[in-house]
């Protein structure tokens, strides 16, 4: 399998501007997570979906932020308008079920400018 | 919640030395993993392990659920295992992992 796949790598934007995070869990797998990740608040939890329904986004830091899931193969996350805080490195994570492996992607940097 | 810690924060070792980190936890646990993440950003799934023991290669990993622990165990440590190590459990609300600060490790040639 090709793992989990995000995209872009890299996003540099500026402030104000539509970002769209894309991401492609392995394939099978029931759950898909996004998560962010800065020197300062390490690792943090935006959003999780089971079967494609969002569970839990009470990580999701604020409106501007959104994540949908349209089939078993694709998730986004938006963030609309972008600030410089949002600077991070956004991961894509899934897994077959609950009490089973996560899998990461590489990520997205986003720098926003 | 759920408290996890992680140690020790920093470790060097010269390459071929063995090492031993560690991750404890507050309360009990559904699931434990550890990770790593290589100096390129990149988080591998190194184990999935809830209880007992696991090998794979020079990593094993042992979680000792009733004493509330789990080891990592790297022997014959080479270059690309820098990197950190996180440690991260599962408590018994909603599937939400809980992170520990990475145990940090720079392997020297």
């Known amino acids: 399998d090709a793992g989990v796949i995000q995209s872009p790598r890299h996003e540099v934007t500026e402030m104000g501007q539509e970002v769209t995070l894309r991401c492609k869990p392995i394939s099978g797998h029931d759950y898909l997570f996004w998560y962010r990740q800065t020197m300062m608040r390490g690792l943090e939890l935006l959003i999780y979906f089971n079967n494609n329904v969002p569970i839990d986004d009470s990580g999701m830091p604020e409106d501007r932020f959104s994540a949908k899931m349209p089939n078993a193969s694709f998730s986004t996350l938006k963030i609309q308008p972008s600030e410089p805080r949002d600077s991070a490195v956004y991961f894509c994570?899934?897994?077959?079920?609950?009490?089973?492996?996560?899998?990461f992607g590489n990520g997205t940097r986003l720098t926003v400018t | 919640g759920i408290q996890v810690e992680q140690s020790p924060p920093d470790l060097i070792l010269q390459e071929g030395a063995n090492s031993t980190l560690r991750c404890n936890f507050s309360?009990?646990?559904?699931?434990l993993q550890w990770f790593h993440q290589n100096p390129w950003g990149q988080l591998i799934n190194l184990f999935y392990?809830?209880?007992?023991?696991k090998q794979n290669g020079r990593l094993s990993a042992t979680t000792v659920a009733t004493e509330r622990y789990s080891l990592l165990y790297i022997s014959s440590s080479q270059t690309t295992d820098s990197g950190v190590y996180f440690c991260?459990?599962?408590?018994?609300?909603?599937?939400?992992?809980?992170w520990g600060a990475g145990t940090k490790l720079i392997i020297k040639p």
């Open positions: 392990i809830p209880s007992g023991t």
């Open positions: 994570a899934s897994s077959l079920r609950s009490n089973s492996p996560l899998h």
């Open positions: 309360d009990s646990v559904n699931n």
């Open positions: 991260a459990v599962e408590g018994d609300s909603n599937y939400q992992l809980i």
